[in-house]
């Protein structure tokens, strides 16, 4: 509002005006306030002046509100009688009376628009003056607090002065003023929902009360939103009489009792005044009456008691969500029940389970509380609130926590199934059970120390013995641990002893089922604790008594699975019970892995150990009850036993076993060397190295002397012998890659091997004894064949490096072992047709081979190939010697010219040679010619020639001259072949049969 004008005054009314305006609002006085205002006559000015000052001074502001209303006075009654009046003067036909008074006000304030303003002005200096009214009484209910204190009088240098009057005197002045949130001037002019919100948002609610019971009329439709203010964490009882409560008589909320200042309404605050004045005063641009600024839902008057049930839902979450103090959010439920609000017994109900899970359950979920909202809470089913409650709680504090938490819910839940209709008499022994099913062994075995049968029933957790036996049952086969058997021992020895007749037979077969019924199928991959349960829950005592004993004995034998590094799951016992396969693996495991481990078996004494429970666990308890290895016999326990001490390369640990008397360990020697020579194939198997000297090869080899020493023993070691030998030869079985001993032991032909070392080492073949020795020791001791083509591939080796000397050595030493076996063993055999075979081709390629230069031994060669090979090939060799025989010629040839010529050549040798040669393969060709006598039918022919012709003519007739070169055919006969007119296939074999037979007879002669 603008300062009041000052142009109709008169002189001394105009300076004193002028000074009013010119004052500051600290400034001004009660006294120079009534002097000012008695001067001045100007009812305008002086009520505009009044609400033109907004001062923090509530006694000096209420004196001038009061002289602003009384000025207004003259106004109103003016507007009073001149709108009387025109009522009486109008024609009321047809018009109502309200209806007249408007038109009646209107047309005065029309005429007459310093009297509108006079009482516009007039309702805003009411309102301030009922807000002024409303600060002072709010002052009065907040608490005191000191001002600021005065230093006018404190020294600077004594202010710290202990000994200093701190009680009064001149030393310091304290004064006490009202924590109010909002100033006067602000209180006076500002939007009262505003006000009540910024109070109730600083914890002055007492003064929202107030402000609510002083204007009601403004600020009841708002209470909610006030009440939306004040923050979360406070606690509700600091506010509890602002908080909504049920009318039991009607069923609706509780309005709040209405105190306002004035009990009547002044005339100008009337609805029909204000409206006309808001009309009029709008076009001038006049002040009007403050209104609030809150958008929110008005609230309707009273609210109905679902509304009520929803609001106090929804502050209850709003409590949970922004600060997690679920102590306050019960609080406001209690309150809420307390003051008859429906549905909130329920809500408390659901609060004082959260809580408890929040506040008393020993988990770190407490410091996560904020995360906890009744929402999420009711969304948790049984099993989950639970496992909640005792999620971090120690596994022995877990009875108590179930009296103490767990308990009390299922008893909510059972009281809650019996409200609802639906009683379920079984309701917390199955969700307790189901917990139990899924919990933790360790939590299993102190809820079962909690519930033994000598404690009294009251204090047990679980009171039933058999179904304390069929959840320990359930728990331990359906339990996958297999580092927990300590804890399975504490669950068994909580079980019940019971003194029952047993029915062994109905017993044996239950638990039989049971195995099949844990063994995984693709229906079920694996029997869980809870299936278990439904299995053993139709089990009579005497069944579960057995099934006790059996127990008894699997947790035996899985603890000392465990002691040996190879534990198994308790399920497996049942699993394995009728099967040997099974068995025989996981003893095989223990036999091999206990020794394997990182505190790894040293002594004899452990080795003993390891085998006395390896046996109990093939044998049977006292109650006649079969161990973990129950379908394996003594000696195949034992058998396996000593794979496992082998496999570790405990070798003198082994001997001593075996070699003494008094030990367990007693097996056929049969056996021993079986199992023996099979640890040293899986050591050579693994072998990276074949040196024999060191690694997995020194392991296999050493092996080999544990048992007695045998033929097989000694076959396997010159294998693994002949196997280091062939690596020393650096054998690879691609570029780069050596060959590894298992390449080696998987070749078929050995032999090959051999010829490997051959073409890959240029000096091998002159150590034929040694190559000789490796053969004997791959596995051929005794076997002639082997040496022959031994002796053959010596032979080629040398031929190829052009070392005849040697190639000719190698291939007399293979001739007379062939004649040897041919002399022996006949012709017929297949082994040695065999070696005949690589005898007579060696020869043949060496005879025939143009470099070698001694005649006579090619002549030998070639004369011990016509004697070996067969029929068929008898032409090649022929060829080869005719080529020699004319070589031979032309040699004498050259030697009697140069004789002739004076030349000085002593041929005797060559001449003795030439007719011991010409007499070899004389004898040689006759007895070629009589073994092939026994190939044709018998004949009339006397004469040699005559039975030559008539044998050359087969022979003959079996080569294939029309298919060009034959096998055995030198690269010469190709060349001079080549100029030679082509002919027909029959004209080819007669002229073959007519050289032969001319061949033939003239080595044949006289004879």
């Known amino acids: 509002m603008t300062s009041p004008s000052t142009s109709k005054l008169s002189s001394s009314a105009s300076e004193l005006s002028q000074q009013w305006i010119d004052l500051a609002d600290e400034e001004i006085t009660e006294e120079f306030a009534l002097k000012c205002f008695d001067a001045v006559a100007d009812d305008v000015w002086v009520v505009a002046a009044c609400m033109d000052r907004l001062l923090e001074a509530a006694p000096l502001q209420r004196t001038l509100l009061e002289i602003g209303i009384k000025r207004t006075e003259p106004a109103l009654r003016r507007v009073e009688v001149a709108s009387e009046e025109l009522i009486d003067g109008e024609d009321s036909i047809g018009t109502s009376s309200e209806d007249r008074k408007r038109y009646a006000l209107a047309s005065y304030f029309q005429d007459e628009s310093t009297d509108a303003q006079l009482c516009q002005m007039r309702a805003t200096l009411l309102e301030r003056l009922d807000r002024l009214n409303t600060f002072v009484e709010v002052c009065k209910e907040q608490p005191l607090a000191e001002d ?336 927990e058997w300590p804890t399975m021992s504490r669950i068994f020895e909580c079980l019940p002893a019971w003194e029952v007749q047993e029915d062994e037979d109905e017993a044996d077969t239950t638990i039989a089922s049971l195995g099949a019924f844990v063994t995984p199928s693709t229906t079920q991959p694996q029997a869980t604790a809870s299936s278990l349960l439904v299995f053993f829950q139709p089990l009579l005592k005497h069944s579960l008594s057995r099934a006790l004993d059996i127990l008894d004995v699997h947790l035996e034998s899985g603890e000392i699975l465990s002691r040996w590094s190879v534990p198994a799951p308790l399920r497996w016992f049942l699993q394995s019970n009728g099967n040997i396969l099974e068995q025989r693996a996981w003893a095989t495991r223990m036999a091999r892995q206990a020794g394997g481990r990182d505190d790894r078996l040293e002594s004899l004494d452990d080795w003993e150990w390891l085998l006395d429970d390896m046996l109990k666990l093939s044998g049977s308890s006292e109650s006649g009850l079969k161990g973990a290895f129950c379908l394996l016999s003594g000696d195949e326990v034992l058998r396996i036993y000593l794979s496992g001490l082998l496999s570790t390369g405990r070798f003198d640990i082994a001997r001593s076993m075996l070699r003494d008397p008094k030990s367990r360990l007693q097996l056929p020697a049969t056996t021993v060397e079986e199992v023996s020579i099979t640890t040293s194939l899986e050591f050579y198997d693994n072998a990276n190295s074949g040196n024999y000297h060191f690694g997995g090869m020194k392991l296999a080899y050493n092996c080999l002397d544990v048992p007695s020493i045998s033929e097989r023993i000694l076959q396997q070691k010159e294998f693994i012998e002949a196997t280091s030998r062939l690596c020393s030869f650096n054998l690879t079985s691609s570029p780069g890659t050596p060959i590894t001993p298992i390449e080696i032991r998987l070749v078929k032909d050995k032999l090959s091997l ?58 007399s030493r293979m001739v007379d072992l062939v004649l040897n076996l041919r002399a022996s063993r006949g012709t017929h055999d297949p082994e040695i047709q065999q070696a005949s075979e690589v005898c007579w081709v060696t020869c043949f390629q060496l005879g025939r081979h143009p470099e070698f230069e001694d005649l006579y031994k090619r002549g030998n060669l070639l004369g011990r190939a016509m004697e070996l090979c067969p029929p068929e090939r008898l032409l090649d060799v022929l060829t080869s010697w005719r080529r020699l025989d004319q070589e031979d010629l032309e040699l004498r040839r050259a030697r009697r010219a140069a004789r002739r010529a004076g030349t000085c050549l002593t041929n005797g040798a060559h001449r003795k040679r030439r007719t011991e040669n010409g007499h070899f393969l004389t004898e040689t060709l006759a007895s070629r010619l009589q073994s092939l006598q026994q190939h044709v039918p018998s004949s009339p022919l006397a004469s040699a020639p005559e039975f030559a012709n008539k044998a050359l003519h087969s022979v003959a007739a079996n080569f294939p001259f029309a298919r060009g070169r034959t096998l055995f055919s030198e690269g010469g006969d190709r060349s001079r072949s080549g100029s030679r007119p082509k002919l027909d296939a029959h004209e080819v074999q007669v002229q073959a049969s007519r050289a032969l037979q001319k061949g033939l007879g003239w080595l044949l002669g006289d004879e």
């Open 148 to 483: 600021e204190t005065s230093q006018d009088d404190i020294d600077e240098e004594w202010e710290d002065d202990p000994w200093g009057d701190t009680t009064g005197g001149s030393k310091a002045t304290t004064k006490t003023v009202a924590r109010v949130p909002v100033s006067l001037s602000s209180f006076l002019v500002d939007d009262l929902a505003d006000i009540a919100c910024v109070h109730a948002s600083v914890g002055c609610y007492s003064a929202v009360r107030v402000l609510i019971e002083r204007h009601a009329s403004s600020l009841w439709q708002y209470r909610f939103v006030i009440l939306e203010s004040i923050p979360e964490h406070i606690l509700p009882t600091d506010f509890r009489d602002l908080l909504p409560s049920l009318d039991a008589s009607s069923g609706e909320e509780r309005v709040i009792q209405p105190r306002p200042w004035r009990e009547e309404k002044d005339w100008v605050e009337q609805p029909f005044v204000q409206e006309i004045l808001k009309e009029f005063m709008g076009v001038e641009g006049a002040d009007t009456i403050p209104s609030t600024e809150i958008t929110a839902p008005v609230q309707p008057i009273p609210s109905p008691s679902n509304a009520l049930t929803a609001w106090y839902r929804q502050r209850v979450d709003d409590v949970l969500t922004n600060s997690g103090m679920l102590d306050n959010a019960l609080s406001l439920v209690q309150h809420a029940a307390s003051h008859g609000i429906a549905g909130m017994d329920e809500v408390g109900e659901e609060m004082s389970l959260l809580s408890r899970l929040v506040y008393e359950a020993p988990s770190d979920l407490s410091s996560l509380s904020s995360d906890w909202t009744l929402e999420r809470w009711k969304k948790l089913d049984p099993p989950a609130v639970i496992r909640a409650y005792l999620a971090d709680t120690p596994p022995d504090d877990v009875p108590k926590q179930i009296n103490k938490l767990v308990m009390p819910y299922l008893f909510v839940l059972e009281s809650r199934a019996e409200r609802a209709g639906n009683p379920d008499p079984r309701l917390v022994t199955r969700l307790f059970h189901e917990y139990i099913l899924q919990a933790p062994l360790e939590v299993v075995a102190s809820i079962f120390e909690a519930s033994k049968p000598t404690l009294p029933p009251a204090q047990r957790l679980l009171r039933d013995d058999e179904d304390m036996v069929r959840l320990a049952l359930a728990c331990l086969y359906g339990s996958d641990r297999i580092d």
């Open 754 to 811: 051999v010829s490997r070392v051959l073409s890959s080492n240029s000096d091998a073949y002159k150590h034929s004894q040694v190559i000789l020795e490796l053969v004997q020791k791959l596995g051929f001791t005794g076997d002639l064949v082997a040496e022959v083509k031994t002796l053959a591939m010596l032979s080629d080796t040398a031929l190829t490096m052009e070392d005849f000397d040697c190639a000719y050595e190698n291939c």
